[in-house]
Every structure is written in C-alpha cells, then in structure tokens.
C-alpha cells in the first residue's frame, strides 16, 4: 500500500540517514504531540529530543506555581523537576531516542532579570512582583512572549542553533504553539528564526480544547498532515510521566488521537490542526501544567 503524504515526506528525509531533532518546550511535550512518529521514526533514523525548559527554582512561589505543585503532589519544584527529568528520560530511552535537557527554567517559575525598584521586600510576600509570568491564565498562557523574558528568547535561540544539524540536512520538529503557553511560543519562535525548515507538530491535549494559529501557518504556508501509526502505544508512554498525568487527565482517560504536523508547501486534502478533536471529547490542561 502507498504511503500517505506525511509519511513519504518524513520517509524521503529521513532515508539518507540524516537526524530528526524534536525541539520540546517541556519534560513531556515531545512525546504528549509526537510520540508515535518518535516510535517510528527512531527505528530508521538518528532521532534526538531537546527539552528547553527543564529546570525550576526555588521558593518563594507564586500562587499559580503553589497550585501546580499540589496538583503533582509535593511541595518542593526543583525535586519535582529532577523527577520530571528522569521520567523523560526513562520514555525516551524505551523509544530509543535521544535526548537533551538544556536546562532553562520553566516558565512558571522564572524570574524577572531585575526587580522593580522598590519591590524587593513587598515581593517576598507577593511572589508574583518578582516574575516574568505572574498568573498562568492571564500571562503564561496567553500566547505572548513578556518583554521580560527577552533574555530568555535570546537563550533559546542559541541553545536551538547549537542544536540543530548542520543547515545541508535534517529534519527539525518544533511547536506549533496550540494554547499559547509562552514557552512554546519561544520555542516556535527561535525555530523559525533558525533559518531552516521546520515541521510544526500540533501541541496534544492543548489542540482539544484550542484552536491553532491559523495566521501563522497561512504565513509560513503550511500543511497539515495527521499521522496515526503507532498511536497503540501511545497511552502507555504518555502514562511514563507519572508526575503529569493526572493533573493533564482528570480521570485518567487519555484521548486517542491522531498527532498532526503542519509541512511546508501546498498539496492534497489537508488535516485541521485539531484533527485529534472530536466532539464532547475535551482533554482538559490543568492550570499550570507544563
């Protein structure tokens, strides 16, 4: 039987043998978004994932921050994170792929460069004066990057030229930014600024709740593909990031569904970005989960 689309496009890059790098935002969104093309992919190519952000700091927190802490049941972000590490790498090893964590810090814990003039002390009491992100809904996740996380840009942006194969080949994934959390806005963004193709992969579960950003694939000229090979085995590598997954799945059921890529360049009948999405199907991102 032919190959569909996407994966004749993936097959044809990947067939000389050249590497896939997966750029993650966090310790679980490569494979949450792509985790069954990994399977398949890791199999016929060098494939390696970089998670950016996979660090945290320590208190005090703010409330969002507090919150996320006692959905993941501890108290403590930076035993969390090491955790958090260790689950992907123990995923990603039973993909058997690569991987690399960068090391910059989670939004949710990231600090402002400098403080406010004046704000020191206030900001012991009311963390959120001395972060970049104050709240989740309202700042995080609103799909902008804060201007005081320009340094934070500049960081990914080397950490993802470092990253990526030499500009002759290669195949390099990177976020759509489904749910405009901010770090996956930086990534997107550090990736498109690179200079090489890119395939975007639509950000699961946030794509069943959340619309895509249409005006930035009209931009780029973009099309999505679905992929649906190996998604039997995707449950049990989502459930591998034990820390995650219930504050992700309220009730433990975790949707099936297709994982979608936006390629370069016009084609045939093309797939919505939230094709995963069905209807009274609603994965809900709980407040504060990277």
Known sequence: MADDPLTSFVRTVLGSGVPMIVLSPHLDDAVLSCGALLGWAGRRAPVTVATLFTEAAPPPYTLCARQYLRQTRTRDAEELFADRREEDRQVLELLDVDWRHVGLVDGLFRRRPQACPGTERLSRLLPELAHVYPTYRMHLSRGRVSAYDAETLRAVGEAVDALLPARSGGLVLA???????????????????????????????????????DGFADRHRLVARAWERGLDRKDELIRGYRTQTDALFPGGRIPRAPEVYLLPGAGATTASPTAGRRPGTRARTAEGVS
């Not at 996956?184 to 946030?206: I, K, M, N, Q």
Request: charged share 20%.
């Open 175 to 213: 976020p759509l930014g489904v749910g405009g959390h901010a770090d996956h806005v930086l990534v997107r963004t550090a990736a498109e600024r690179s200079g090489r193709p890119v395939v975007y992969y639509s950000d699961f579960p946030y794509n069943q709740i959340a619309a895509a950003d």
